[in-house]
């Protein structure tokens, strides 16, 4: 069971860029690494995966070196809407789906 | 998001009882999941589908049962509500035609046992 550690909390302050490290040292080789970013009181919501390298979308960036045991999630210029738990999860492909492992995730708290 | 919508949102109980959650979903996908999440931790799995005849079970599915009743429909029961049980319960929803599973959740339902 390829387990995630993540920091319980994390503080910042508006504008600043943010970046949560993911610790998976039993990633299997075909496991994929995902973030979910959850909200008070609503489900987690997908913000972005990869395999290798660095993959960027319109929310996020994500940091993956090469041998893949670690990953960082790096937000841009947070604001104080993205105040949320942070949820990093390696699996998920269609063969090792009861892999797929919710840690306690990331608490990040942006400040004014 | 709005394609999987979970009823009802909020409900009390008392214990002994037996209660209904139910999840639907509008994205067509074959794969359905009910997870808890208690304060401060994270969720965890109770069952999964991965389509209308394959019922599967988490790693807490100890007093919890659940029906597929069709691709869009998976609801989950409490045979016999305990205080312990109360938690927020998420369904989600994926599409393993992509390859890589990518779940997206309901808004949850907040189940308080007395």
């Known amino acids: 069971l390829a387990k995630t550690t993540q920091p319980i909390s994390m503080d910042s302050y508006e504008g600043q860029e943010v970046n949560i490290t993911c610790s998976h040292n039993?990633?299997?080789?075909?496991?994929?690494i995902t973030w979910y970013q959850q909200f008070p009181s609503q489900g987690p919501r997908f913000i972005i995966q990869?395999?290798?390298t660095k993959v960027t979308n319109e929310v996020a960036s994500l940091f993956i070196p090469a041998d893949r045991k670690s990953s960082t999630l790096s937000l841009p210029r947070v604001s104080l809407s993205d105040t949320a738990v942070y949820y990093c999860?390696?699996?998920?492909?269609?063969?090792?789906?009861?892999?797929?492992?919710f840690g306690s995730g990331t608490k990040l708290n942006v400040k004014p | 998001d709005a394609d999987v919508t979970q009823t009802p949102r909020n409900r009390i109980t008392k214990t002994g009882k037996r209660i209904m959650l139910e999840c639907s979903q509008t994205?067509?996908?074959?794969?359905m999941y009910w997870y808890r999440q208690d304060p401060g931790l994270g969720l965890r799995l109770i069952y999964y589908?991965?389509?209308?005849?394959?019922?599967n079970k988490g790693e807490i599915s100890d007093g919890y049962s659940v029906s597929r009743q069709a691709q869009a429909k998976f609801s989950l029961s409490l045979e016999s509500a305990i205080p312990n049980q109360t938690a927020l319960y998420f369904c989600?929803?994926?599409?393993?035609?992509?390859?890589?599973?990518?779940?997206?959740f309901g808004p949850g339902t907040r189940l308080l046992v007395l």
């Open positions: 994205k067509g996908h074959d794969r």
């Open positions: 990869g395999y290798k």
């Open positions: 989600a929803t994926s599409d393993p035609g992509t390859g890589r599973e990518t779940q997206y």
């Open positions: 589908s991965f389509d209308v005849k394959d019922i």
């Open positions: 039993n990633i299997a080789t075909n496991d994929y």
């Open positions: 999860l390696v699996g998920g492909t269609i063969d090792n789906f009861n892999k797929f492992y």
